[in-house]
Structures are given as structure tokens and as C-alpha cells.
């Protein structure tokens, strides 16, 4: 099956086009952009963080242990676990990837919110203007196989933090909606408050 390229606010289903699809892997990848130099353009690091919340059938985070991040890696499920933090996401792919088990979501989580936020932020005195070539996706469980992907290319200068998709229960199904909104959080802690 070929890769499906979404526009910001298109859902799509996930599992029923994909007869068997139970595991998930989220890719998430950004470049810094160049800065422009007499001598030529020097890149400087970024360090985003991505992140998912798991959150209840009214859109809230009813555990401080659903927000799976670099210091929380994985939920008390296991059903979500970040494979770890890339402080510069410099190189080719996916600069952070979040794994997906949909079959051990707990029944009391609906949606599996990801996003991401620039580290440190206000002290780097850093944005999402200094971000090029951000994405989200969505393979199959080896990885192997890209099943959508969002390419987040709004002007999100002056923004600190990002919703990029999330993934929903549709009765027994799982879908996938293109978010693609900036936000002013320079924490996840700041992010996840907004859904407490």
C-alpha cells in the first residue's frame, strides 16, 4: 500500500483500510534551518521533544502518567513507549519515534494526542521559525511500511510548541487527524496543562 500524504485537518482511518494493523510506529522529524552566513549557512541545533498524551473520551489527561515523554518513556500500560530523545535532529528520518500497541490502550483512552516542543526554549531563545522540514507519520508496527504522512508546513514563527496529529478510537477502529497547530508552551508540562 502506498504512502497517503495528508493536508492539515484531513482524517483518514487507520486500521480498517489495514486489515490486522494492531502496532504503530509515530515518526516525527525536523531539520534547523540554515543560517545565512558570508562563509555559508551554519546549522543550529534544535532540540524538539516529542510527545504523546493520552487522553480520556472528553479530550483530558486523567492520569500525569498518560503524558509519554523523554522522562516518562513509556505509559503504565505499555501500550506507549518513546523510543528516546534526539537533542539536535540533525540526519536523515525520523528524528524521535513513539511506538503504538492500539490492542493495549486502556478502554478509558480515546485519543493519543502527539506533539512536540522545543527544549529550553526561552533560555536558547528558540522557536518553530528555526525549523524547517517538520513532519509527522505513521508506519506499520516493524517500521517498515509508511502508511501517512503530514508534512507540518505552516509559519509557526514565534510558537514554542506544536500539535501535530493524533490518533482516535472510531467504535472498534482507530483513525488518524492532521492537526497542525502551534501553540506558546515552552514545557510538555506547560502543553499537558491545557488538557488537565
Not at 86 to 109: A, C, F, H, Y
Not at 188 to 196: E, F, S, W
Request: hydrophobic share 35%.
Amino acid at each position: 500500500m502506498a504512502s497517503i500524504n495528508l493536508v492539515k485537518g484531513q482524517k483518514i482511518d487507520l486500521t480498517k483500510g489495514n486489515a490486522g494493523l494492531t502496532k504503530v510506529v509515530v515518526g516525527l522529524g525536523w531539520d534547523p534551518v540554515k543560517s545565512k552566513g558570508f562563509f555559508g549557512g551554519k546549522k543550529k541545533n534544535v532540540d524538539c521533544d516529542a510527545s504523546a498524551l493520552l487522553l480520556n473520551s472528553e479530550g483530558k489527561l486523567s492520569k500525569d502518567t498518560h503524558v509519554i515523554c523523554f522522562h516518562n518513556l513509556k505509559s503504565p500500560c505499555g501500550s506507549v513507549v518513546h523510543t528516546g530523545d534526539n537533542i539536535t535532529g540533525e540526519g536523515d528520518g525520523d528524528d524521535e519515534q513513539i511506538m503504538i500497541d492500539l490492542l493495549k490502550i486502556p478502554s478509558d483512552v480515546h485519543k493519543v494526542l502527539v506533539v512536540v516542543n522545543i527544549y529550553d526554549c526561552v533560555n536558547r531563545k528558540q522557536d518553530f521559525g528555526m525549523i524547517e522540514s517538520a513532519y509527522i507519520r505513521v508506519l506499520d508496527g516493524s517500521g517498515n511500511n509508511e502508511l501517512i504522512k503530514f508534512n507540518l508546513s505552516d509559519n509557526y514563527s514565534g510558537l514554542t510548541a506544536l500539535v501535530c496529529g493524533e490518533l482516535y478510537r472510531n467504535g472498534t477502529e482507530w483513525k488518524f487527524a492532521a492537526i497542525g497547530e502551534g501553540a506558546q508552551a515552552p514545557h510538555i508540562n506547560d502543553l499537558a496543562a491545557r488538557y488537565r
